[in-house]
């Protein structure tokens, strides 16, 4: 394949794109849908906390992960904590990034995702004094349900 046929593919990827980016913003009757407007100040501040939320319980599952694995079985409550949680705000952080969701349903996905924060936190407690990953993925925990309570409201 020449340079010129990729070029001309990945144009035609571009082009692809941006007609399925405009049907998707479509309404029923035709229209474009509007772009969301700026985000709140409380809608930045879960965006930011629960990507924080998300990279902080990635280590400390891998911590979780290696403790089991060399058959310390204290860790077991919090990685199934923090698994879930992942689950929970990673979907939260989809969402609040995409900026488009109704605002019951997003109000009600921050306080679900604040319940499941407050868990891991409770579960990682114990952890924190002795494992700095453990210690940050409950501060982090503790901030972005204290955020998603916030935005809830």
């Known amino acids: 394949m020449h340079r010129r046929e990729i070029i001309a593919r990945f144009a035609d990827l571009g082009a692809a794109l941006t007609s399925a980016a405009t049907l998707a913003r479509s309404t029923p009757a035709g ?22 939320c998300l990279r902080a319980g990635r280590a400390c599952l891998a911590r979780c992960t290696d403790h089991l ?3 310390m079985n204290t860790m077991a409550d919090c ?12 979907a939260m952080a989809d969402v609040a990034g ?3 969701a109704g605002p019951a349903n ?15 936190a409770a579960a990682c407690e114990p952890h924190a004094a002795h494992h700095e990953e453990c ?10 349900a204290k955020d998603c309570n916030a935005f809830a409201a």
Do not use: W, Y
């Not at 990685?79 to 990673?90: K, T, W």
């Open 98 to 100: 995409f900026a488009n």
């Open 31 to 52: 229209k474009v849908a509007p772009t969301p407007g700026p985000l709140s100040t409380q809608h930045k501040a879960v965006v930011d906390s629960t990507a924080e």
């Open 135 to 144: 210690k940050a993925c409950r501060e982090a925990r503790l901030a972005c």
């Open 79 to 90: 990685q199934r904590a923090v698994m879930n949680m992942l689950s929970v705000v990673g």
């Open 69 to 71: 694995a060399a058959g």
């Open 106 to 120: 997003i109000r009600s996905l921050a306080t679900t995702s604040a319940r499941f924060c407050d868990t891991c």
